[in-house]
């Protein structure tokens, strides 16, 4: 049997079903990650599950995403997720520590291990050899509690690198290259496996770059062999001895193959406003740019902030141009102190901020009204960055700090020789803003702020399922178009009832309302429907408020399992062009008998339609009884 290097790795932790594709696959979870803004959904589950400790071989529950202090909720949420980690036996990351993803990889990741985490970015594991992968908190939380993960077995798609990256095109224009051929829908239940002469040049944080940008692609995980690049990796940072080689076998296949060629790849940007709006910088060179940010899970590594700091040198940002950087973790923010990197940003006009999320969630520097804003992170869709009729446009640190000198867009080989940067031989470790497991946590006492409140639960599933329909949507839905984050809405992601007042505000204010008036009804969406975040509360809320099924043209992958972890059915059209004989307030009647005929009556419009699920086996349970939750009790109580 020969194997390729996902196949190699699911394999070792296959507990349920086999290994073809499309069916249905549990597989052993050995790390796990949360961070604050999904975390405490997460715990908030996991404790109700009643586990005495985490059973993976290591969990981190990180401070990240809401660091934003503009009152007590974030901070009360810190406390909170500190005093679980202590009390179930979880590291805990520190504000102020770093990204999620760039610490773990700095500090945790192992080539061959798996890894589940409560946000969509946690492929980036993938750059050291990690099948890791993104999910609703309460499948980490059942992770935690030693189930396994309940997956589709993905293809496997082989992208096969040849060549070597030309000097000012980096390892982000191979992920917008790759959005550009295939869209934010061409890595639906796949995972595309990198090989080829050209990985040799690429370091793991450059590696890490593309597999965290796979998301963009809707993909189940990307994933990069272990070989020596990644040993140098893991020796610099301390954990050499955590290595092991895993590389496909000769002849191992794939079912499908995409090949680049670095040589030929050129300075990439996406357009506003989505990550596959992709083109050559040539082709829009003269924008006017008001602001530019780097930093985020995608773009923050030593190497990124370096190469920034030495093309800053001696110059000055732009004068209409806002300049701001989040290094992604404290490791590189204190690598760069140390060395002078972050003098030149600093001289240059450079505008420092925590090693957080930060602007990427819309934490703070939202753009001007109208303005033109250029980011090295992995989402672009519209409002995200807390302006309305901004426009954001995706790129590497390389076009970035080249707009941020010029002020207008500019393809960076116009800045001149190319400023070499290594990759140090060490990296700088101090983990003194880890917090480790100690003795057992049987008696600490676990800390609740006011604004953290039980996750309400669903009723088991009724059928028919009756009411109207409370909002029909085109194609490519966000979860950040379901449930905003952003200063204002983050804060209350441990308050269900408070943030459901929240649901779709920025497309139809009045849903929330309407929702309850109505005593719940349905969703019409288009294809690839929930893409983006792993945020449970795009679920959740909607539950909240009565939604009882979404029928769309198509969902992504993330989304579609919180839906039914929270007992919402997620439905499909028999015939797409049903999506347009559906309209607004048209009252229907759904049949879903035994799941195998499921009929969609139309009463306003008296006609019927055919309706599909793509559900597997375990689905249907958790479905029937309203969502994991119930029937993770249910379960426990027999
Ligand atoms: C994001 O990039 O949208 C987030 C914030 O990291 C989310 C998680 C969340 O909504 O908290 C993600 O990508 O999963
Ligand atoms: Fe944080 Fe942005 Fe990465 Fe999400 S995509 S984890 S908000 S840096």
Redesign the pocket.
Known sequence: MTYNVSEKIISSHLVEGEMQSQSLIGIRIDQTLT?DATGTLAYLQFEAMGVSNVKTELSVSYV??NTLQTSFENADDHVYLQSVAKKYGLVFSRPGNG???QLHLERFGIPGKTLLGS???TPTGGGIGMISMGAGGLDVALAMAGEPFYLKMPNIVEVCLDGQLSEWTSAKDVILELLRRLSVKGGVNKIFEFTGKGIEGLSVPERATIT?MGTELGATTSVFPSDKITKKFMKSEGRGNQWQRIEADKGAEYSDTISIDLDKLEPMIAKPHMPDNVVKISEIEGTKVSQVAI????NSSYKDLALVSEVLKGKTVHPNVSLVVSPGSKQVLSMIVKDGHLKNIVDAGGRILEC???P??GMGQAPTSEGTSLRT???NFKGRSGTKDADIYLVSPEVAVAAALYGVITDPRKLGKYPKVEMPEKFEINDNMFIFPTESGKDVEVIRGPNIKPVPRNESLKDPLSGSVLLKTGDNITTDDIMP?GAKILPLRSNIPKISEYTFERIDKDFPSRAKAKGGGFIIGGSNYGQG?SREHAAIAPMFLGVKAVIAKSFARIHHANLVNFGIVPLTFSDEKDYDRIDFGDELVIEIGDFSNIICNNTTKKESYKLNKNLLGRDLELLKAGGALNYVYNKMRR
């Open positions: 961070q990240d995403h990204i999620c993803h946000d969509s970015h965290n930093g985020s899970c995608t957080t999320c930060g990427c969630i992170f992995n989402r984050a975040s």
